[in-house]
């Protein structure tokens, strides 16, 4: 939930603010792609870049996901709207390349960590703080300041602006 509380923070301050961040890294993000959408041309103005790094069988973030859509549901129906708009889920939703209205790739890197060894079984949401690949990739962009593109020991492009970990499928034994 901590995108959820920046994207909120950015909406609701000024976003000069931000000045001083050298790169926004968002890992298993639980907040509304579409805010993303709507801040994004503010945020990257303001630092050298965004990372996400995401797992599509992310089940926390499903249930989160399905919380999400039942409250707007629910609050639908309440307020008697009938159409149906509701937050989707970054974290497991942005498998595919993000792009601008006009076609254009964002400069975002997404990585997808869903061949990530040790992802806690079958919630598969706390790889970032168990898994060396990760932590090393973190390190790596933090530190070297190297983009997704440069990352080409750990990472592959797999299209767009999304990027695969370079490792064994866990049923290959080592």
Request: aromatic residues 12%.
């Amino acid at each position: 939930m901590g995108a959820r509380v920046l994207f909120s923070y950015f909406k609701k301050y000024r976003l000069d603010l931000i000045d001083s961040l050298g790169s926004i890294i968002l890992i298993n993000p639980e907040a509304d792609l579409n805010t993303l959408y709507e801040l994004y041309p503010y945020i990257i103005t303001r630092v050298q870049s965004i990372t996400i790094y995401c797992d599509g069988k992310d089940t926390a973030l499903y249930w989160a996901d399905i919380a999400n859509y039942s409250r707007t549901f629910f609050n639908n129906a309440f307020h008697n709207k009938s159409s149906m708009s509701y937050e989707i889920g970054m974290g497991r939703n942005i498998l595919e390349p993000l792009r601008d209205s006009e076609g254009n790739l964002l400069s975002i890197d997404i990585i997808n960590a869903g061949s990530v060894h040790g992802n806690v079984a079958e919630v598969r949401h706390c790889y970032f703080s168990l898994s060396r690949e990760v932590i090393e990739d973190i390190r790596e962009h933090i530190v070297e300041g190297k983009s997704a593109f440069s990352r080409v020991s750990r990472l592959i492009k797999r299209e767009g602006n999304i990027y695969d970990f370079l490792i064994a499928p866990p049923y290959v034994l080592h």
